[in-house]
């Protein structure tokens, strides 16, 4: 199973983003080729005469769904349109953390990983040991700079090797791929399905029926990609929601006990690291 994985926005007290969120879109291998070929076949038949930009090119949501794009040009709505169309059939499932934007930095360092990342590795890891427990899934991450990929990968092979809950995720390979978006349709698809939730919660559209042609499209297309969640259930009357809210207060501020003093901490990657509360998509 590949577990592509982007972001929209970032949780930073000086992002534009009240709502930032990571999304995993799980495809099976056989599926990839499949993907690409439709891909590349939506791009020629609704974008193939026009001139686009390089973040247009690379399939960047911020660039291909933004209001103009869906309300003026009637190439690139065709293309969205005809892209959740196919997207809606095609077999694929969706987690993703929503994320309250912080007021103050989380805490960035080595040997940590982020409370989201660990939320959604949790979600994937769930999703194979139920649906899928003879696989593993190869989470793809958009790469970036040399720098932060090589730190990144450190916090999440530290997390999966040296923590008692990194350890118990059977089904996840231990090791980060890092991926060039322009080239890996499985990324742009999670960017995509990325950007429409964080706006599907910043502007509550999934609260009530809208009048804005554009927040209603977004908002059709929110539930498309709802439509591919699983939730869990945890057995006490509550649930695992595939697609589940994170408060500010469940980042990890200040830094941790060093892991390697503390390999079985009953938190998630670290000592004092944040426990998880079901919460409602």
């Not at 001139?51 to 911020?62: F, M, N, V």
């Not at 005809?82 to 499932?93: E, G, I, P, Q, V």
Request: charged fraction near 25%.
């Amino acid at each position: 199973m590949l577990a592509y994985i982007d972001e929209s926005g970032h949780p930073r007290p000086s992002d534009s983003t009240t709502r930032p969120v990571i999304l995993a879109v799980c495809v099976r291998e056989q599926g990839a080729g499949r993907l690409t070929r439709a891909l590349f076949s939506l791009r020629r038949t609704h974008l193939g005469g026009l001139t686009l930009t390089k973040e247009e090119r690379e399939g960047k949501a911020i660039a291909l769904l933004d209001r103009r794009s869906l309300t003026k040009l009637p190439s690139k709505r065709e293309y969205a349109e005809s892209l959740f169309a196919w997207l809606r059939d095609f077999d694929l499932k969706v987690f993703a953390m929503v994320m309250e934007r912080p007021q103050h930095q989380p805490y960035e360092g080595p040997d940590f990983l982020n409370t989201q990342h660990r939320w959604l590795l949790e979600r994937i890891d769930r999703f194979m040991e139920r649906e899928h427990p003879d696989q593993m899934a190869i989470p793809i991450f958009d790469g970036q700079d040399p720098t932060n990929n090589e730190r990144f990968s450190d916090c999440f092979s530290n997390f999966m090797a040296r923590t008692r809950i990194g350890r118990s995720m059977q089904h996840i390979v231990p090791s980060p791929l890092f991926v060039d978006s322009s080239l890996t349709p499985g990324i742009q698809i999670a960017d995509v399905f990325a950007y429409v939730t964080r706006l599907n919660y910043e502007q509550k559209l999934h609260l009530g029926a809208v009048s804005d042609p554009y927040l209603s499209a977004v908002r059709r297309y929110a539930a498309i990609v709802r439509d591919k969640t699983i939730n869990y259930d945890r057995g006490n009357g509550q649930f695992w929601y595939g697609i589940s809210t994170m408060d500010a207060n469940k980042f990890q501020y200040e830094a941790p006990e060093p892991l390697a003093t503390d390999e079985d901490a009953e938190e998630e990657g670290a000592v004092g690291a944040s426990k998880e509360t079901s919460t409602s998509t």
